[in-house]
């Protein structure tokens, strides 16, 4: 008995530990926070953005990069390239539905670090691709907005008010597999079409790795 007992209390840690969040609806039909979060933190248009980067790697260990993005939110296109702190690139790759990987110098040569960069640079500068599922709010009080993807991961894009957002990313079976948390500290940068100026992307799981981008620059595009 003490054995299914203990049985018991895991597959509930576990299950419990698997739940998405509950979204309750608005109550008040004129409430717009919800549809705000919808809108949610992402650039509009075409911006070349650079980020200096902490990265704090599987087991602790940490480096720091320079990161270039230039995007088009209409085309959900994206360019990528990382450089050290001296301007050497080490990894350059344009994404446009698939992956081009232009250079690539080890460590950043595995095709599993372009896909799974390319996936981070999805989940934090484009809209999700999916289906609105419902917006309200969390137990908390944020208002909220959930897709649902076609590979059947579910976002949260979460306005935590006072220009801070944050992004849950849960896998298919409601794992928690990417928290991104975005806040801009003077107002103009937030309201400069969905920039923000700090980024911070911690990837659950194993590996998990941590990222903190600061905005350097940012130049809007004109085609």
């Not at 081009?100 to 599993?112: H, K, L, V």
Request: charged fraction near 20%.
């Amino acid at each position: 008995m003490k054995h299914i007992l203990l049985f018991l209390s895991a597959l509930g840690l576990i299950l419990s530990c698997s739940s998405l969040p509950q979204v309750s609806p608005a109550g008040d039909p004129a409430d717009a926070q919800p549809d705000r979060a919808c809108r949610g933190p992402f650039p509009d248009g075409d911006w070349q953005l650079l980020h200096s980067i902490e990265a704090t790697l599987p087991g602790g260990k940490k480096g720091y990069l320079m990161g270039l993005t230039i995007i088009s939110s209409s085309n959900r296109t994206a360019r990528c390239v990382i450089m050290t702190l001296e301007g050497f690139v080490v990894f350059n790759a344009l994404y446009d539905k698939q992956i081009t990987i232009e250079r690539a110098i080890a460590p950043f040569d595995s095709e599993a670090f372009a896909s799974g960069l390319i996936a981070d640079i999805n989940l934090i500068f484009f809209k999700p691709d999916g289906s609105i599922l419902t917006s309200g709010f969390l137990k908390s009080g944020a208002a909220v907005c959930r897709y649902q993807k076609p590979d059947g991961r579910m976002v949260d894009i979460i306005n935590q008010g006072e220009h801070n957002w944050e992004i849950r990313q849960y896998l298919p079976d409601n794992r928690l597999a990417r928290t991104v948390s975005m806040s801009a500290k003077e107002p103009d940068l937030a309201d400069r079409k969905g920039i923000s100026d700090k980024i911070e992307l911690k990837a659950h799981g194993s590996p998990g790795y941590a990222l903190v981008m600061d905005l350097v620059e940012a130049i809007a595009l004109v085609k």
